[in-house]
């Protein structure tokens, strides 16, 4: 992405709100991080299409500001016989203690990636970012010729040159800070764990596209810091978890209001796939699991009706409590006033 297409979003700051999957991200959020001249994004990774379709509506409905919608790149997945079995298995005490049902395979694992990149099309945000994976050529040319802009996700450099290789426009790179789930494609997860500032450095400097920071950015100084190794913008999403735009439930804001430093985790025992979150009793008991399990989206499917369930019964010890490092410094305010505290704290940083 050239700097005047990125210019054409009309930014105030060079802040974008992470697209959180699983309710964080509501269009309230969206519209009030644009409104206060950020770029707000809509999670549709776990949206239907016409879920995608009136959540974007109600983010037009209040704001006529750009906004981005993120979704996950992956395919219809064909589980491991043995381990969903053994899923299966380790889940049945987890419902027992909650009074549920014996933990059964759902019929379908995940939304249509396909259908929900052609509601994507049809709506033209102004950007789309994919995590997980990466496009084919045909979706790229789709998005393109719909004038959206395609932001894909890097934890290496290998990713942020296929990204650069097929056309993106941005790449944006995941720090190993970065709360929720990890977006690497190529190689091992917890082989690229680089520190924000080290990943977005390596990628701004061998990367002919713009790069955007994220992973442990909560105050302007962070900021400061991103842009100056490279970065032309930065995603941030515990940061905005605390607004009380936030889709979180009061436990998980509670818990969130309440972190220590150091008090996260990268787990696989949720999802399947590797994500940082508040530490629990049943990340900690799993553990020793946790390589066993279904890759993403098998795990995260088969313990959704557990996640729910303890969020209905006040169990944070069961919850997947999503967050980064950068937890303890989380700011309870609404998210206009947080939009003007990170530009206060940006311009004094280079002051």
């Not at 209001?257 to 508040?278: D, E, I, V």
């Not at 279904?294 to 303890?310: C, D, E, F, K, S």
């Amino acid at each position: 992405m050239s700097a005047a297409r990125w210019q054409q979003l009309q930014l105030k700051l060079p802040v974008i709100q992470a697209p959180m999957a699983g309710g964080a991200t509501t269009p309230q959020l969206a519209a009030a991080v644009g409104e206060a001249g950020g770029l707000g994004f809509l999670a549709g990774a776990l949206l239907s299409p016409a879920q995608i379709r009136e959540e974007a509506g109600k983010i037009r409905a209040l704001s006529d500001k750009p906004f981005g919608i993120n979704l996950f790149v992956q395919g219809r997945p064909q589980p491991n016989p043995a381990e969903l079995a053994l899923a299966l298995d380790l889940l049945k005490p987890w419902h027992a203690e909650l009074g549920l049902d014996a933990p059964a395979a759902p019929d379908s694992f995940c939304q249509p990636f396909d259908e929900q990149l052609e509601a994507v099309l049809e709506l033209k945000p102004a950007v789309a970012s994919f995590t997980f994976g990466i496009l084919d050529a045909a979706q790229m040319r789709a998005l393109g010729d719909a004038g959206i802009l395609v932001v894909g996700t890097a934890t290496n450099l290998a990713e942020g040159l296929a990204w650069a290789a097929l056309g993106a426009d941005a790449v944006c790179a995941q720090g190993r800070e970065a709360g929720g789930h990890r977006g690497t494609f190529i190689g091992e997860q917890r082989q690229s764990l680089r520190p924000m500032l080290s990943l977005t450095y390596e990628l701004a400097q061998n990367l002919p596209l713009p790069v955007i920071a994220a992973g442990g950015i909560m105050h302007g100084r962070d900021i400061a810091a991103a842009m100056r190794h490279g970065a032309v913008a930065c995603q941030l999403g515990t940061a905005f978890l605390r607004c009380p735009e936030s889709g979180i439930s009061l436990l998980w804001k509670q818990a969130l209001a309440t972190a220590k430093p150091g008090s996260t985790r990268l787990t696989r025992a949720f999802s399947g796939r590797y994500a940082r979150g508040l530490d629990n009793r049943y990340m900690e008991e799993m553990a020793q699991w946790q390589e066993r399990l279904p890759a993403y989206p098998v795990m995260n499917a088969l313990t959704g009706a557990m996640r729910a369930a303890a969020a209905k019964a006040g169990r944070g010890e069961l919850m997947s409590l999503w967050a980064g490092e950068g937890v303890a410094d989380a700011r309870e305010l609404p998210a206009a006033e947080l939009i003007a505290q990170l530009q206060a704290e940006w311009q004094a940083a280079y002051r």
